[in-house]
Every structure is written in C-alpha cells, then in structure tokens.
C-alpha cells in the first residue's frame, strides 16, 4: 500500500507511457522509500532490476551484475571483465524482451562506481549510445548516496549532461501522511503523539514501520532508540556513512549547526566548526539541503549578501539532544526525559521545524494559498557588531505576501491553549515594531501564532490577527 506519493507516480507513469526512452533519476533522504515506491510503481515487474553491493570492489559488483541477468532469464556463461561489457549484455538482454516498454530499475547505483572502474563512462556509452536511440527504454536509477545521484548523474557536466528526463525526489511524508500511514500500521496514537513522533523521527516511512502496535509511543521510542538491541541505535554513523562517502565534513556540519537554536552564517560556521573554506564545503552544504537535512533561508531586510543555513533534519536533532547524552546506556531514557527541561526545550525546537515543513499547511490554513510568497526570517540587528545576530528579537518564519502584508508567524509548543499576558502581548508588538523598524518596510505587518490548541481570548489576544493550530498543520481546513 503506498501512502501519499501521487506526484511521484504519476511522474513514473509519465516516463512508461512516453513514446520515447526515458532516463528517470530518484533521489532523497535515505530510509525514505525510493524503492519501494519504483517497485510499487511497476508491480515488482522489470525487464531487468539490479542493485549495486555495498562495499564491494568491481570484482564483486561485476558478479553481482551477472546474478541479476540470470535472475532476468539470461544465460550467461562468464562474468563481464568491465562495466562496458556489463552494459554490452544489458543491450542483449533488451533487444531479447518481448515487452512494450523494457523498464531496467538499477538501485543502489553509487556503490557501483568503485575506484578506477568507469562505471560512469559506461553508462553514458549505454544511454547516449544506445538506449536514447530506441524508444522502448526506461531507464531507472536511484541510490541512498544522494549526493552521488545529484552530482554523478542529474548534474553530470560530461556525457550524461542534460540526459535525466525526469527527476523525481522523494521527501518525507507530511504529518497528514504519516497520520495514514500509522493507521495502516494498526498504531492508536492520537494526533498529539503522531506529531510528537514526527518531531522525534520526521517523516522517514522505514522508521515509522518499525514501531510496535502494542506498546505506547513512548515505549516505542526507547525500543528503538534507547533499548540495549534497539534496531536504530546505530543509525546515525550508518545515515551519514551511507549517503556521503566522506561523512566526516557533513558530520561536523551537522553537529555544529545543531548546537544552535536558530541558523549560521556560512562564516560562522567556518569559525565554530573549524571547517575550511574550500569548494568542498559549499558541495557538502549543498548535498545536505538536497537531503533535506539542513535549509537554506535569507534574512529580510539583510543588505549584505548571505544565506543561513539551519538543521532541520528531526532525527539528527534527536540524536544530538537525547541519543548521545544517554552515556549510561539507560534502556528508558526517553520515557525519563519527558517532562523535564531537557524535554521541554526539545518540544519547542522541534515544533518550529514541524512547522517549517508544513509553510504549505499554514499558508492554506490562512486562506493565502493562491498569494504568491516568500518565506524567509529575521534578526534584530541593533547594538550588534555582527550585522545580523538577535539581541532578543528574531523571528524564524516570516511570509512576504505580494498583497503587502508580511505574517510573522510565531511558533510556540503548549500543552494547553496559549494565555498572553501584557508581558507576552508586549513582545510580540516589540518584534514587529522593531521588523518594520530595522528594515523599512512599509507593508501590513500580521502576529499569527502557530500552536497547539489554540489561543484563549482575552484583553491581550487581539494583538494576534489569526492562529494556526496542529490540526491545521495535519490538513483540515
């Protein structure tokens, strides 16, 4: 059963039914079910499917390749010597098929392009000199390793140049999707628990999958986290190792962008990561935002150039803010943790990433669906020698309206309906005096809280013009 992903089939099914051969990258997240979608998609029915090993040298990748053919019904009497000849028995294979359409899925493609085995070359003989004269061809390839699907394939400034017909990335599911999926897994959580687990594991399917029908959500979160055999527990080197083949720049990457609540200048974190400024790091920034680990985000009213870059990736956060302080190996650290302050400041920052990943959501929710909009943020810049850090001011969500108005969206984690008090109603007007202050705008500045459940009206709720809840957030309008 496939929850969500009507865009992405429907882009498969786009290529199959093309007159002319089609090239299709898939790209995303790994755990995020890529192939399971192509194999869906197809009914489990190739003319040819391979996935590359793990690990393995052209030797083995080679063998590999062969057993594939044979599963595909070809007799093949001796291993290709080299990735040309590999692909020389693809073209056998194909011209050999009855079928309307051959549909070759090879996955796990990076790790098929070992040292010194131009693979890549190969593959572009294959495709430019082959299989793009035909029109019976569709061919697929996808890999966890997304920076080498992106950078080997889809931005490929040699033979395969401009040759992907179709990409398809696939995110995260939405909380909407994950609130169906765990219905299909017979999970009874209620929406406040199914958005608590997607602030613990975003909308990564594989990790939703394992959870235990029988046991609470919080149960569910030490078994695969925190338990002495839980089945995550050893998911970050493997995330990071699997997708990049040095993890060690990204890794620090990561890391030094979690220690802060709001986001970093490239320079900064030069200086706090002690990382080069060298092409590499503008690739690994770039790989990560593709990832959808990290984002991308302009200040408003910036006059330098600049972007900032922020983590958003729940399951990274998790791991810095609670995996690697259990250094006890406590078995329910996560049942202990709730309710402390450690939990409490955890709720709030993983709440505002939810909420930036459903900028849609809320934007429907306000009626602004159809308004074309920017998102962007804000930082006081007053009686500060760094141009753009918060004195106490900053806003993480702005939407820039072409109607003139600006949302500033203030996003808070309660457990019940939000109170504002003078103090509180006084912040929130102080932001947006100082927003319109520091960066000239004329457009109609709106307050729109973000929460839970709601605001409580009283003397001081008028200084917010609309509000946002996680019902919203799930969809219902």
Same mark, same amino acid.
């Given at each position: %059963?496939?929850?969500?992903?009507?865009?992405?089939?429907?882009?498969?099914?786009?290529?199959?039914?093309?007159?002319?051969?089609?090239?299709?990258?898939?790209?995303?997240?790994?755990?995020?079910?890529?192939?399971?979608?192509?194999?869906?998609?197809?009914?489990?029915? $190739?003319?040819?499917?391979?996935?590359?090993? &793990?690990?393995?040298?052209?030797?083995? +990748?080679? /063998? /590999?390749?062969?057993?594939?053919?044979?599963?595909? *019904?070809?007799?093949?009497?001796?291993?290709?010597?080299? !990735?040309?000849?590999? =692909?020389?028995?693809? @073209?056998?294979?194909?011209?050999?098929?009855?079928?309307?359409?051959?549909?070759? $899925?090879?996955?796990? %493609?990076?790790?098929?392009?070992?040292?010194?085995?131009?693979?890549?070359?190969?593959?572009?003989?294959? !495709?430019?000199? !082959?299989?793009?004269?035909? @029109?019976?061809?569709?061919?697929?390839?996808?890999?966890? /390793?997304?920076? !080498?699907?992106?950078?080997?394939?889809?931005?490929?400034? *040699? *033979?395969?140049?401009? #040759?992907?017909?179709?990409?398809?990335?696939?995110?995260? =599911?939405?909380? @909407?999707?994950?609130?169906?999926? /765990?219905? &299909?897994?017979?999970?009874?959580?209620?929406? @406040?628990?199914?958005?608590?687990?997607? %602030?613990? %594991?975003?909308?990564?399917?594989?990790?939703? &999958?394992?959870?235990?029908? #029988?046991?609470?959500?919080? +149960?569910?979160?030490?078994?695969?986290?925190?338990?002495?055999?839980?089945?995550?527990?050893?998911?970050?080197?493997?995330?990071?190792?699997?997708?990049? #083949?040095?993890?060690?720049?990204?890794?620090?990457?990561?890391?030094?962008?979690?220690?802060? #609540?709001?986001?970093?200048?490239?320079?900064?974190?030069?200086?706090e990561g002690n990382i080069a400024d060298t092409g590499h790091l503008s690739q690994a920034l770039e790989d990560l935002e593709y990832c959808g680990f990290i984002r991308r985000y302009n200040l408003i009213g910036r006059k330098k150039k600049g972007a900032v870059f922020q983590l958003t990736d729940f399951y990274t956060l998790f791991y810095f803010k609670f995996i690697q302080h259990n250094v006890r190996g406590d078995r329910q650290f996560w049942s202990k943790s709730i309710n402390t302050p450690m939990h409490a400041a955890w709720c709030g920052l993983a709440f505002e990433r939810v909420c930036l990943l459903h900028v849609d959501q809320i934007k429907r929710a306000l009626s602004i669906g159809g308004v074309q909009s920017s998102e962007s943020a804000w930082y006081s810049t007053r009686k500060k020698r760094n141009e753009w850090r918060s004195d106490g001011a900053q806003i993480d969500l702005l939407i820039d309206r072409n109607d003139d108005v600006i949302d500033v969206c203030e996003m808070k984690y309660y457990q019940d309906e939000v109170v504002l008090d003078e103090e509180k109603a006084g912040k929130i007007e102080n932001r947006m005096l100082r927003l319109r202050e520091e960066t000239g705008t004329e457009k109609a500045i709106h307050a729109i809280l973000v929460t839970t459940k709601g605001l409580k009206r009283n003397a001081y709720s008028d200084v917010v013009q609309d509000v946002v809840t996680v019902s919203d957030l799930f969809g219902d309008f």
């Open positions: %059963m496939i929850i969500g992903r009507k865009k992405e089939l429907e882009q498969l099914v786009e290529a199959y039914e093309s007159e002319y051969s089609e090239f299709v990258a898939v790209y995303g997240r790994r755990r995020v079910g890529k192939t399971f979608l192509v194999r869906e998609a197809f009914d489990y029915r $190739f003319t040819f499917q391979h996935a590359g090993l &793990s690990k393995s040298n052209m030797k083995k +990748q080679l /063998a /590999a390749w062969k057993s594939s053919l044979a599963d595909a *019904g070809m007799k093949v009497r001796a291993t290709p010597k080299s !990735w040309i000849d590999a =692909f020389d028995l693809l @073209k056998e294979l194909i011209r050999n098929s009855e079928e309307r359409k051959k549909v070759v $899925f090879i996955d796990e %493609m990076p790790w098929m392009d070992t040292k010194r085995s131009e693979f890549i070359p190969a593959l572009e003989h294959f !495709w430019n000199g !082959w299989a793009s004269s035909r @029109k019976d061809v569709l061919l697929i390839v996808c890999g966890s /390793a997304t920076s !080498w699907i992106i950078n080997k394939v889809i931005k490929n400034h *040699g *033979g395969l140049h401009n #040759r992907v017909t179709h990409k398809v990335h696939l995110k995260q =599911f939405t909380l @909407k999707e994950c609130e169906e999926y /765990a219905e &299909s897994l017979k999970l009874k959580l209620t929406r @406040k628990q199914v958005m608590e687990c997607y %602030m613990v %594991m975003g909308g990564v399917p594989f990790y939703w &999958s394992l959870m235990n029908k #029988r046991l609470s959500m919080s +149960q569910n979160i030490d078994a695969l986290f925190f338990d002495e055999d839980a089945v995550l527990k050893g998911e970050f080197d493997e995330l990071y190792s699997s997708l990049f #083949r040095q993890p060690e720049i990204y890794v620090n990457i990561v890391r030094t962008l979690g220690e802060k #609540r709001v986001g970093m200048l490239r320079e900064e974190l030069i200086e």
